[in-house]
């Protein structure tokens, strides 16, 4: 197409004045650069494009930079400056174990996942000796977001620079084509920093919010690590409700929590089913907030207490119901929008049908609300 603009050109000048003789040599000079450099010229517009939203970026991950700062101050002492912890918390990484030998993977990454949050939360807790435990847990949310707002910012500008220096169209493609939906990433992360800020509920917390509902005014207790456990009476059933502890922002450990209340049951009436309520990635075109119900374990993550509850499951050989509450990924962690909370009602209406439809009067259900319990109590 572009050659024969060329020849419709050339002919339209050929037999006008010096000054069409002057154009069409600048026609012809500019389709041969074209040829040459046309590959280099596209790595120029796409740089220029990369450029621009590194710069937004950087925007972003200063802001939870100085978000950190500040919120930490608030709950330090009056005389210390929490800068350089900080700086030091956003460099922080993990080192997944090895996969050549498969065998124990799980427990390997399992202890080193509670290596990590106990240096996250010693780190913490040494930076701000004035904060709640729920605080704590949503300074600690705060300082991972920004966290990954700084991982974010490194790789993209690696790949800028990288490609700026090599000017390898296939290195500046690469992060060029994916830019889009890191961005959406990235500015979820960013109104993350908002929710943990102020401790309100996120995307991630539908699931702990049908927990609550269903375990609202009946005596709690602590059942593992950051994980809260109610009997409440339904329908001639008894359902055992379990989420993490809130309102600070905490995930807990729902694994150890289900494999402790399944073996906690012997000598008593066991546990006839089980019932996970989580949030779930919907694909494009689905409503926020959508209901789908299936089987198997309802949770996210690397692996461990997925691993762990499927393992409890097995063991006491209980039916396994799913419960997802579908969102978008820049809803995930950004504060709860309208739909999703809405969609906690539909969902605890969607538990009880469940229970009354493939439970027993005198049975026994446990239902566990998976995911982060920011702003969420009990």
């Known amino acids: 197409m572009l050659i024969y603009m060329y020849i419709q050109v050339g002919q339209l000048l050929q037999n006008q ?17 074209y040829l040459f450099y046309a590959q280099r010229i596209q790595a120029m517009s796409m740089l220029r494009a990369i450029e621009g939203t590194l710069r937004k970026v950087k925007e972003i991950r200063d802001k939870g930079y100085n978000t950190s700062i500040e ?4 709950a330090s002492e009056d005389d210390f400056d929490p800068t350089p912890e900080v700086e030091r918390f956003l460099e922080h990484f993990f080192i997944p174990p090895t996969s050549l030998d498969p065998a124990g993977i799980v427990g390997k990454m399992g202890q080193l996942l509670n290596v990590r949050e106990n240096i996250f939360e010693a780190e913490v807790r040494s930076m701000a000796p004035k904060a709640s435990d729920s605080e704590i847990n949503n300074l600690e949310n705060l300082l991972e977001a920004s966290l990954a707002l700084n991982v974010y910012h490194k790789v993209i500008r690696h790949f800028y620079l990288l490609g700026k220096k090599t000017m390898n169209i296939y290195v500046i493609m690469q992060i060029h084509m994916i830019l889009p939906m890191i961005v959406r990433e990235i500015e979820a992360y960013s109104r993350a920093l908002q929710a943990f800020k102020e401790g309100i509920p996120i995307g991630d917390s539908v699931g702990p919010l049908v927990a609550a509902r269903l375990m609202h005014g009946h005596k709690w207790s602590e059942i593992a690590k950051e994980m809260v456990v109610a009997e409440v009476p339904y329908n001639g059933r008894t359902l055992i409700i379990t989420k993490a502890k809130g309102p600070g922002g905490s995930v807990g450990k729902p694994g150890d929590a289900i494999e402790n209340i399944l073996n906690s049951r012997k000598g ?3 546990v006839d089913a089980v ?7 919907k694909l494009e075109g689905e409503p926020t907030g959508g209901i789908a119900e299936g089987v198997g374990a309802a949770i996210g993550g690397i692996g461990v207490e997925k691993h762990k509850i499927e393992e409890a499951i097995k063991k006491h050989n ?16 950004a504060p709860l929008v309208k739909e999703l909370y809405t969609a906690c009602d539909t969902a605890v209406e969607t538990v009880k ?22 702003g969420v109590a009990q």
């Open 17 to 33: 004045s010096d000054i069409g003789m002057v154009l069409q040599t600048l026609f012809s000079l500019s389709f041969i650069v």
């Open 318 to 333: 209980i039916p396994l119901y799913a419960i997802a509450i579908k969102q978008d990924i820049t809803h995930v962690v």
């Open 353 to 374: 049908r469940i229970v009354d439809h493939r439970t027993k009067e005198g049975d026994t259900v446990l239902v566990a609300g998976i995911g982060n319990t920011v």
């Open 275 to 281: 019932i996970m309520v989580d949030a779930a990635g």
């Open 71 to 74: 919120e930490v101050k608030k």
């Open 268 to 270: 008593r009436k066991k």
